[in-house]
């Protein structure tokens, strides 16, 4: 398939994508508007309370990215104005029935206009809460497959998973063991979580903020901090921190990391593929190639390297010096390594 195939059938199209604010979906978003920017229409939702902080969200955390570079040298001062007519802010939240659209109007115009939707929207934060992850990942995908059943024309539902699909079972039909994980049941071993204290310092900060006489808009800006914080990779951002002096695993393990540029072209051949076919469930996996494997080793060096020629600041402006680090190649080296560096010199104290 051509690229000239691709950007004819984008061309009139209107188009919801959820997770705009994700790494992934940016990616998604910058493609098609450069590559045919005769697309209808691009409705993008972004978690806000209203359009204002929805648009102000996509303003600072897409558009006004290296990503869109490009596209700002190509349009130049038409820049923001091609923008505003191709693309509509859409506050809402995808674990919400409607996906949170509170506005009627908008989903009745959306319901009639939208033919593909792409469901980016999830959390991979490993140690998020429970509800939150159901919410997002599990309970979002149907709200998002509820809203594709009540669009008039829509062709095709494309979702996304990027982490994770890859593993190393040695053994053809291995079966792995889990232990329930019993609804209501928090990771220390409770049913109860710590919403409490989390209620307490919003409120504790609330009242700093209404002292000061500060406007509803300022409040939601301040308490933006307290949210989830949005980074590239946070593994290797804490090591660029200087905060991950160690980790485990196998320098030799091979990662499924793949650029993203590759993963957004597969998923436009995917979707225009599969857009004028009888429906079908397909799922693709888009996977690195044994002649040229990323080990784990390549991206400890290459972490390095960029973090040295490219260093953190720290509070005071000063670049932040990070050393090799260390890999353990297994759990007992690893337990052995925190007991000598963190446990002995605990009980001694």
């Given at each position: 398939?051509?690229w000239?195939?691709m950007?004819n ?7 919801l994508?959820?997770g705009?604010?994700?790494f ?14 005769e697309?209808?229409k691009?409705?993008l939702?972004v978690?806000a309370?209203?359009?204002?902080m ?7 955390e897409v558009?006004d ?7 700002r040298?190509d ?11 191709k ?16 506005d009627q109007n908008?989903?009745?115009v ?5 033919d593909?939707i ?5 959390t ?8 939150i992850?159901?919410?997002?990942n599990t309970m ?7 809203i ?7 062709k095709?539902l ?6 994770y699909?890859?593993?190393e079972a040695k053994e ?8 329930p994980?019993e609804?209501?049941?928090s990771l220390k ?7 409490h ?11 700093e903020?209404r002292?000061?006489n500060?406007?509803?808009?300022t409040l ?19 090591y660029?921190?200087?905060k991950?002096?160690?980790f485990?695993g196998n320098?030799?393990?091979v990662?499924?990391?793949i ?5 957004i072209?597969?998923m ?13 469930n397909?799922i ?7 002649r040229n494997?990323?080990k784990?080793?390549d991206?400890?060096n ?8 490219t260093p953190?600041l720290?509070?005071?402006?000063k670049?932040?010096?990070i050393?090799?680090g ?6 007992a080296?690893f ?5 000598t ?7 001694v104290c």
């Amino acid at each position: 398939m051509n690229w000239g195939t691709m950007q004819n059938f984008m061309k009139g199209k209107t188009i919801l994508v959820t997770g705009t604010t994700g790494f992934l979906a940016k990616v998604f978003v910058e493609k098609i508007l450069r590559i045919q920017p005769e697309i209808q229409k691009l409705y993008l939702l972004v978690r806000a309370s209203n359009t204002d902080m929805a648009s102000h969200r996509l303003q600072n955390e897409v558009f006004d990215t290296d990503l869109f570079r490009v596209l700002r040298d190509d349009w130049g001062e038409d820049f923001n104005s091609f923008i505003s007519k191709k693309v509509v802010a859409v506050a809402g939240d995808v674990a919400v029935e409607n996906l949170g659209i509170k506005d009627q109007n908008i989903l009745n115009v959306m319901f009639e206009e939208i033919d593909l939707i792409v469901n980016s929207a999830a959390t991979t934060n490993f140690d998020e809460r429970f509800d939150i992850s159901m919410g997002v990942n599990t309970m979002g995908a149907l709200q998002v497959l509820n809203i594709a059943k009540k669009c008039h024309k829509v062709k095709l539902l494309v979702h996304i998973s990027t982490a994770y699909v890859c593993g190393e079972a040695k053994e053809e039909g291995s079966i792995f063991q889990e232990k329930p994980f019993e609804m209501g049941q928090s990771l220390k071993g409770t049913s109860k979580l710590d919403i409490h204290t989390e209620m307490n310092l919003l409120e504790k900060k609330f009242d700093e903020l209404r002292a000061m006489n500060v406007d509803e808009k300022t409040l939601k800006y301040a308490l933006k901090d307290y949210g989830i914080e949005r980074t590239v990779d946070s593994m290797i951002c804490a090591y660029g921190k200087g905060k991950l002096p160690y980790f485990l695993g196998n320098p030799r393990t091979v990662l499924d990391i793949i650029p993203a540029d590759l993963v957004i072209n597969c998923m436009i051949a995917a979707i225009v593929i599969n857009s004028n076919q009888a429906p079908k469930n397909f799922i693709y996996h888009v996977s690195s190639s044994l002649r040229n494997p990323l080990k784990i080793s390549d991206v400890h060096n290459i972490s390095h390297r960029y973090f040295m020629k490219t260093p953190c600041l720290n509070k005071d402006g000063k670049p932040i010096v990070i050393s090799k680090g260390i890999a353990f190649k297994s759990m007992a080296a690893f337990n052995i390594y925190t007991e000598t560096r963190y446990v002995l010199p605990l009980e001694v104290c």
